[in-house]
């Protein structure tokens, strides 16, 4: 009956607590992942504030008054970066248009969404926004101008049919 009652078997509780813990880190990652049914789109979306700022750090830092902003197609589901010196001259031609750092474009420079999936499906005002040397955005065609609203672009996966919103602050230019 002695050699019953020494015997060490079994599991302690240390390593009872660190199989649990295991468990709940595998389980936390399986339940996010499902959660988020479109990454391209939330990463997508990131890329787009990222470009957005970029545009509107060059023209705060523009030493030569040029004004820099995003164009945006819905038609082909496209947006560039584009300088230029006055507005008459900011049309969506490819001289206009700027390679992005880092980015693989098409060949006139465009980041196209649709060969991933994604579609611009609506813009506020305008096809284009751009930001003046104190980084206001403006907006217009043949005269840039302050916006009197806030300048919404709306990024949607094709496929889920989900959508997400990158929002322009008017007066100051902050993009949450």
Known sequence: MPKILNRNSGFSLLEIVAVMLVIGII????????????????????????????????????????????RFDLGSN??????????????SSAANSQVLPAEEADSSKRILLGNVGLGITSITAGAA???DNNGIPQQGTTAFTPLTTNYTITLADNETAETRTVTITQQTGFIP
């Open 27 to 70: 389980s936390a990652v399986v339940v996010v992942s499902m959660m988020n049914k479109s990454p391209s789109l939330a990463g997508y979306t990131a890329l787009l504030k990222t470009h957005l700022r970029y545009a509107q750090t060059l023209a705060m830092n523009s030493d030569t008054g040029n004004i820099w902003g995003i």
């Open 78 to 91: 496209r947006y560039w970066l584009f300088q230029c010196a006055d507005p008459l001259s900011c049309n």
């Open 129 to 131: 926004v751009a930001f």
